[in-house]
């Protein structure tokens, strides 16, 4: 199931995931710098908050650190691999083993139940049904929703949706959860819900990876880095305090 | 393998979510291989009669005629015609009847003057004219081995000439042949492949000596062959009787006929089955369209899939599977109406169903191969959807 990326222990220090010079550039003739001459380190137990206004690049390094895109230049690491020069089914399957995305849309598939949902993410990897059904009961469970396995999205709230995805994310046991304004489509009840799930995730072997222009989640990681016009502003360590209410 | 058994049922799964479209889609292999077999079977079943009669003949039977040389009148063939006839490896059985020309035959008295206008054809046969015809007796029984040995005056009636006579089944009738009273033992069924032994008399060789002074040389013959080689068969028969000899000797294959009759008109059945090429066709285009439009409608689903970790192959066969499963349902479906429509039409028409239940799989090939090249396009465009546009980050 796992790669080597997956199952090679990581010393101590040395990142999970590393942008290095990355710079993402749009338009041929005339050029729109997204993100410029950007480096990052994403290491093992960092509950990083990306945070920054529109425009300021936030979603772009969403999709480069989740790879989701390719830089214009610059290299992308996961354990030290470079992996924009794997091609699209390496990269699926490396992105499939490392990384658990969640969306502020939740973006559940809607004709499949929670298990369902949760059990898309254990596809192809040949494991048996039994085995996909059993790990994504226990993701569902971990996010407090086993006894709502067999809903369907729209029987459940925007909290329960975001959980479901949560669960479908982490259940492949991921060693980056990016989570993209994870409670920007929920209300205040919700979104401490929400929270709570997240302050969870974090594990000394995995990192969690918040992109928000909202504050109030922001406080609740341990790293906080600001963008601004494409680039990085302030990288800066804080003290996570608990969630105590969207800003936005 | 297990992932090939998880993309079915992914593919199945997504089809199964959308009944309703799917069910649209399906519309174009179901008409379309509906209206093939539909076009191919009610077009058999039309002459469906003439092909239970072909079946129920036989296509093995050959006549064999003496044609005589150049002025010769009354040809007839060899005495031991039977016997050379029977040597030829590919035939069964061999049968022989000579006309017994000049004979007047009357039902009763005072019928003279309209069966000397209309003569009734005398024909001497030898016992085994029923078994090779495969035609059993209406009622009585044939002439015997023991009619010749006694010398008894049996005739056999055909079984046009006893609805003429009015012969009712079980009755003692006398017919008088050149004024000799004739019991009449026996009524020779119909045999369609040679209608004019339905309105004969026939006599045994010793009759047709003794009593009218004929040497009952054979002037035709009925062969059965081994089937597959009646052609070949046909072609030997001749050689075989005249050995060489000037004697002209000519042979048919009755059934032939009756076999062109009981083709389908192949002309209404090209148009009709050009027509449900077009639908399956027209089909495939709606197919390509309703997927495509899927495919734009999915997409948020297949940038989960793709963020997920599904590689781009996956998502192309996952969709080409879907069209896969609406070949085989539509052509399965499409078979299941068509055949329904045969059936229908001729229970209404009082045809006899005709159907080739081999040529199935062939409509149904036919529907997952237009499905499958329709739900190429939808796939390769569905396999190259990136992500990061289908899943509206930030």
């Keep these: ?248 | 393998m297990r992932n090939w058994r998880e993309l079915l049922t992914v593919a199945w799964t997504g089809l199964t979510a959308r009944k309703i479209r799917t069910l649209l889609i399906l519309l174009g292999p179901v008409v379309g291989v509906a209206a093939m077999v539909g076009a191919v079977g009610l077009t058999e079943s039309a002459k469906g009669d003439l092909k239970e009669k072909l079946a129920t003949l036989g296509t093995n039977l050959i006549t064999a005629e003496a044609g005589g040389t150049f002025g010769q009148q009354n040809p007839t063939m060899p005495k031991d015609a039977v016997a050379r006839v029977n040597a030829v490896p590919s035939v069964l059985s061999a049968s022989a009847v000579a006309e017994v020309d000049g004979v007047l035959t009357l039902p009763n008295a005072g019928s003279e003057t309209y069966y000397e206008a209309f003569p009734v054809p005398v024909l001497a046969a030898d016992s085994e004219l029923p078994q090779v015809l495969e035609v059993p007796l209406e009622s009585g029984r044939w002439l015997a081995d023991a009619d010749v040995k006694n010398h008894t005056r049996s005739a056999v009636i055909g079984a046009g000439l006893a609805k003429e006579y009015g012969v009712v089944p079980g009755e003692i009738r006398t017919i008088r042949l050149n004024g000799i009273d004739y019991g009449v033992v026996g009524v020779l069924g119909r045999f369609d492949l040679d209608p004019s032994l339905s309105n004969a008399v026939f006599v045994t060789q010793w009759a047709a000596k003794h009593d009218f002074d004929k040497e009952g040389k054979p002037t035709k013959l009925y062969v059965r062959s081994v089937d597959g080689e009646t052609e070949k068969t046909a072609e030997a028969i001749p050689t075989a009787i005249n050995l060489g000899g000037p004697d002209l000797v000519s042979t048919k294959i009755p059934s032939d006929a009756l076999a062109a009759s009981a083709r389908a008109d192949k002309t209404l059945q090209q148009t009709a089955l050009f027509a449900g090429i077009l639908a399956l066709a027209v089909g495939g285009i709606g197919i390509a369209n309703v997927m495509s439009i899927s495919v734009i409608q999915r997409s948020t689903e297949i940038g989960i899939r793709r963020a997920l970790g599904h590689t781009r192959s996956t998502i192309g066969i996952q969709f080409l599977l879907e069209a896969l499963f609406i070949g085989i349902l539509g052509g399965v479906a499409g078979v299941m109406i068509g055949v329904a429509v045969v059936h229908l039409v001729s229970a209404l028409a009082g045809w006899i169903v005709v159907i080739d239940y081999g040529r199935m799989p062939l409509w149904i090939g036919l529907a997952v191969a237009v499905s499958v090249v329709a739900g190429l396009y939808p796939s390769l465009k569905a396999a190259r959807l990136e992500p990061l546009e289908t899943l509206r980050l930030g």
């Design chain 1, 1 to 248: 199931m796992s790669t080597a990326l997956v199952d090679e222990p990581l010393l101590v220090g040395e990142p999970l995931l590393e942008l290095e010079h990355i710079s993402r550039v749009y338009g041929e003739q005339v050029k729109v710098y997204a993100l410029r001459d950007v480096s990052l380190q994403i290491h093992p137990a960092d509950h990083l908050a990306i945070v920054g206004p529109s425009g300021s690049g936030k979603s772009t390094m969403l999709g480069l650190l989740g790879l989701l895109d390719l830089p214009t230049e610059g290299a992308v690491r996961i354990s030290g691999e470079d992996v924009t020069t794997l091609d699209d089914a390496e990269r699926s399957r490396v992105r499939g083993d490392t990384i658990g995305f969640v969306f502020q849309q939740f973006h559940l598939i809607p004709h499949l139940s929670a298990l369902g949902n949760v059990d898309t993410a254990l596809l192809y990897r040949g494991l048996t049904k039994p085995e996909r059904r059993d790990r994504a009961m226990a993701a569902l469970e971990r996010v407090g929703l086993g006894p709502r396995a067999d809903h369907r999205p729209v029987q459940m709230s925007g909290g329960e949706q975001q959980r479901v995805a949560i669960a479908r994310a982490i259940v492949t046991e991921p060693l980056i959860v990016l989570a993209d304004e994870p409670t920007g489509a929920l209300d205040s009840r919700n979104a401490a819900m929400v929270m709570e799930v997240f302050a969870g995730l974090s594990s000394p072997e995995r990192a969690v990876v918040l992109v928000t222009h909202d504050l109030g989640i922001a406080a609740t990681a341990n790293r906080v880095v600001h963008m601004r016009d494409g680039e990085i502003v302030l990288d800066e360590i804080q003290t996570p305090s608990p969630f105590s209410g969207s800003t936005a």
